[in-house]
């Protein structure tokens, strides 16, 4: 049964500095891999999607990198605001039929 | 505006009651999904569906049930036989094969 780790669990930083959020999943046989933000009572927002085939994916100030053979992924946001605050899921797919698996994510509070 | 609608935001169940949470797309995907969200926890997957009349059990599905009459809409119904029904509920859709998921704001269920 894959299993998604997510470290740190929670995190604050100062506005502007540079986040580095982790992932891993013991089983690399993955079709595909997602991050999503979550918002406090809210429904999950779809940040980025990387292909099992790509290393990585960026949009804006996102980045995901993607380590299949070894179960590992990171997200980068660089210059954070303190509207990047949410809960960030790392959300690795099992087959063509979106079988996703999730963690438990990591909290995330930007200080002005 | 195309998006998965889901209604109503709060529910409250007496001991004993059925209710349904309601679940629209109309992003003409294939795919439907629950997942029940606990405090401090992943999503866990309560059924999915991958064509309409059909549907399939997922990690957690004792207590609930489903329906997929129409392409656009997945009602789960959370019975009386579900002993902890309390939690958010959230509904998703995708294309099959592509597997970028999108998420509805969720449904918060408490029993009272």
């Known amino acids: 049964k894959q299993e998604v780790t997510q470290i740190p669990a929670a995190l604050s930083v100062p506005e502007g500095e540079n986040l580095v959020l982790n992932c891993s999943f013991t089983?690399?046989?993955?079709?595909?891999l997602q991050w999503f933000r979550q918002d406090p009572g809210k429904g999950l927002t779809s940040l980025l999607l990387?292909?099992?085939?790509?290393r990585e994916q960026t949009s804006g100030r996102l980045n995901a990198s993607l380590d299949k053979s070894s179960g590992r992924s990171t997200l980068y946001i660089a210059a954070s605001q303190p509207g990047d605050s949410a809960t960030y899921l790392c959300?690795?797919?099992?087959?063509?039929?979106?079988?996703?698996?999730f963690g438990a994510g990591t909290q995330v509070v930007v200080t002005p | 505006d195309g998006g998965i609608t889901q209604s109503p935001k709060y529910l409250f169940r007496k001991e004993g009651q059925n209710v349904t949470l309601s679940c629209e797309q109309n992003?003409?995907?294939?795919?439907m999904y629950w997942y029940r969200q606990d405090p401090g926890q992943g999503l866990r997957l309560i059924y999915y569906?991958?064509?309409?009349?059909?549907?399939q059990k997922g990690d957690i599905a004792e207590g609930y049930s489903v329906s997929r009459e129409k392409k656009e809409s997945f009602p789960l119904t959370v019975t009386s036989a579900q002993k902890n029904p309390t939690a958010f509920y959230l509904c998703?859709?995708?294309?099959?094969?592509?597997?970028?998921?999108?998420f509805g704001q969720g449904t918060r269920l408490t029993v009272v």
């Open positions: 959300v690795p797919a099992a087959d063509s039929w979106g079988k996703l698996q």
């Open positions: 089983d690399s046989a993955i079709y595909n």
């Open positions: 990387i292909q099992s085939s790509q």
């Open positions: 992003l003409n995907h294939d795919a």
């Open positions: 569906s991958q064509i309409v009349n059909d549907f």
């Open positions: 998703a859709s995708m294309f099959r094969g592509q597997t970028e998921a999108f």
